[in-house]
């Protein structure tokens, strides 16, 4: 199956070109724009997109790709700085714009011979960006500007490098999908093969090569992403599969018991349960710093795991649902770009680590994990609940998490639940969720001064889990929701509501 890679400068779009290029049914990944033109070819990409990017190419830090990338004998698309990139590299003219275009434009296509073939002229655009072309390179032709930017659009067709300096991946630019589907079909010579049948016969036979008659343990959180995991690898390796469900002490209420009744009746997998609570609750007393906390609950997982393989014996490999967001968010493979948090399946994994990882679901962002449970025949309503992040309550829970503090968030938690689902909107919404704050407030309650614990109330909307918008809910909800909580948790007084999006913030606390 051919692949198109995209080379991340940094912008805050580059998740979101991938996503468009896997809608249109080829597969695609992000790598560091300082990725070795080694490395590239030997992905073997079908074609290379260069993503957008806040810095400039004259800058002391502008991260700048090897000249080689256009020596690889494969089309190339560049968006915004991967355009002005492009011709600063290949001999054209870069300068500072007076002014920075940053919204709506009108495209004027001055030539329809290839991006922009069967694209409406005057149609909207959606430009970011303070540098601009003032020469394009030798042998590249102008096929489209605005009224702000002589080179909106450039093109050297012979050897297929194109250029955008809009954004064609968002949904502001009205023509953006088709624009992509020019560069992926027309210009590329691409197919759309990519499909969740495909990719899961493609997971199967790769694990089956590397596993071979090896045993494999799978680590269930009761999330899809990890049942997803487990049914790959059970058609790979059959009665070798091993899954483990861990009771940390820090799920939901009444999550353990039901889901391994569930595990075991309604799905064809060897699932070992194991209560570790009090093993877990221990190691985190005094923990306050998010990142210890998921590195320690990381740690803790694993010493589990490798206890109950020395049980099973020679089970070598570790199957974990990691998936796209984990390992984005996890480490700086974002070009220039920070990392965000660790997750336990990532950057929580202790640096000694006896078994050999396997992680099918690696490429796949939360939507496509679920197309693949569907594909799988895993129950609807299983395929469509919230995420819960795998240390639980414990990233929940902002301050140290105690015994106490865990059952507190955790009959609050329950309250939520009930209450949106008896609202009818569980499934308008990503996630629904408490946050315990390690501060408290005065109150009055039966006439006496209280003194007691904030739960902050979190309810996102989203596609991917990359990006999120708060819920709008409805008065009457929040004061059913806070009513309850302070009434019927004790140790609550004061209930508040989070109105704050990712970015600037994550859809966790912590």
């Known amino acids: 199956m051919k692949k198109v890679i995209v080379l991340d400068f940094g912008s805050q779009y580059t ?49 700048l790709a090897s000249r080689e990338i256009f020596e690889m004998g494969i089309p190339v698309l560049g968006i915004c700085y991967g355009l002005q990139l492009m011709a600063y590299l290949l001999g054209g003219k870069v300068a500072s714009s007076k002014k920075r275009e940053s919204g709506f434009a009108s495209l004027k296509i001055t030539d329809r011979g290839g991006l922009l073939s069967r694209i409406k002229d005057n149609g909207q655009v959606w430009m970011s960006h303070g540098d601009r072309v003032e020469a394009v390179p030798p042998g590249f032709i102008v096929s489209g500007k605005t009224s702000h930017c002589d080179v909106a659009v450039m093109e050297e067709r012979e050897r297929k490098f194109f250029g955008v300096q809009f954004h064609p991946e968002v949904v502001h630019t009205e023509q953006g999908k088709k624009i992509l589907s020019n560069f992926l079909f027309s210009l590329s010579g691409l197919k759309p093969e990519w499909r969740m049948g495909s990719f899961v016969a493609q997971k199967v036979e790769e694990i089956r090569r590397s596993v071979k008659e090896k045993k494999v343990i799978c680590g269930l959180s009761g999330g899809v992403d990890s049942l997803v995991t487990a049914l790959i690898a059970h058609k790979a390796v059959k009665d070798n599969l091993f899954c483990i469900f861990v009771d940390n002490g820090l799920l939901r209420k009444g999550q353990y018991e039901e889901l391994m009744k569930n595990f075991r009746s309604k799905l064809a997998l060897n699932v070992i349960g194991v209560d570790a609570s009090q093993f877990f609750l221990e190691g985190l007393k005094k923990v306050t710093s998010p990142e210890r906390k998921r590195k320690v609950i990381g740690e803790k997982f694993i010493r589990i795991f490798e206890e109950e393989a020395d049980k099973i014996g020679e089970a070598e490999f570790l199957a974990q649902g990691t998936i796209y967001p984990d390992v984005i968010e996890s480490n700086p493979v974002k070009g220039p770009s920070s990392s965000i948090k660790s997750h336990h399946n990532v950057g929580g994994l202790p640096s000694q680590l006896k078994f050999k990882l396997i992680e099918p679901l690696r490429e796949l962002f939360k939507d496509e994990v679920r197309a693949v449970a569907s594909e799988l025949g895993v129950d609807g309503e299983f395929i469509h609940q919230h995420p819960f992040p795998g240390p639980g309550l414990a990233v929940r829970i902002v301050g140290e998490v105690t015994r106490e503090r865990v059952k507190l968030l955790r009959e609050a938690d329950e309250i939520l639940l009930q209450e949106v689902k008896k609202a009818n909107i569980y499934h308008e919404l990503w996630q629904a969720f408490v946050v315990l704050l390690p501060v408290k407030s005065v109150g009055v309650m039966g006439d006496r001064r209280t003194y007691q614990s904030v739960v902050v109330i979190r309810l996102v909307r989203s596609v991917d889990g990359m990006t999120a918008d708060w819920y709008p809910a409805c008065p009457e909800l929040l004061s059913r929701i806070s009513n309850r909580i302070v009434n019927e948790v004790e140790g609550v007084n004061r209930v508040v509501y989070d109105i704050t999006s990712k970015p600037p913030g994550t859809i966790e606390w912590e």
């Open 15 to 63: 998740q979101l070109i991938t996503r468009k290029v896997r809608e249109l049914g080829v597969f695609s990944e992000i790598f560091p724009f300082s990725t070795p033109p080694s490395r590239i070819k030997g992905e073997n990409p079908a074609a290379l997109i260069l993503s957008g990017g806040p810095q400039s190419v004259y800058g002391e830090e502008a991260p």
